[in-house]
């Protein structure tokens, strides 16, 4: 499974993992050891808290996909930057986003050529937790 989170990013280790019959959860965290406030670009090493980050990832064998982050809150040690705290951040997943990049992506290539309805059922019937009106914003996001 290091092998599947590293498809995410290098930067991970894989923890654990638990399965059903619907669903694969997988639990990794950063192996990161200091990380740039994005307000000012000072580099931290000062952990303020834990917390878990959880989003949606590419189905495994028509399985939903779970990923568990264990995320940092660190402190920026520059006296002079306007923000005490910053959360670490990731690329292959948007701020505060439920589902990661290459997801969002999947979704939008399966839904292109289909009605949202459709698209909805294909997509759940693979493995992929989505709704209608998220698919719709999904593909208006998606038109520039």
Do not use: W
Request: with cysteine.
């Amino acid at each position: 499974m290091q092998e599947y989170i590293n498809m995410l990013s290098p930067n991970l280790k894989f923890l654990q993992m638990e399965s059903d019959s619907k669903t694969i959860t997988m639990d990794a965290e950063s192996t990161v050891k200091e990380l740039k406030c994005p307000y000012c670009g000072t580099i931290s090493s000062k952990c303020h808290s834990k917390y878990k980050k959880t989003f949606n990832d590419l189905p495994m064998s028509g399985r939903l996909v779970t990923i568990r982050v264990q995320n940092r809150k660190m402190f920026c040690e520059n006296p002079e930057c306007s923000h005490k705290t910053f959360s670490e951040s990731f690329d292959f997943v948007e701020r505060k986003a439920k589902k990661t990049n290459r997801l969002v992506q999947y979704i939008i290539e399966t839904s292109t050529t289909m009605s949202s309805l459709n698209a909805q059922r294909l997509l759940r019937n693979n493995g992929v937790k989505v709704g209608k009106s998220t698919i719709c914003t999904f593909l208006k996001k998606n038109i520039k």
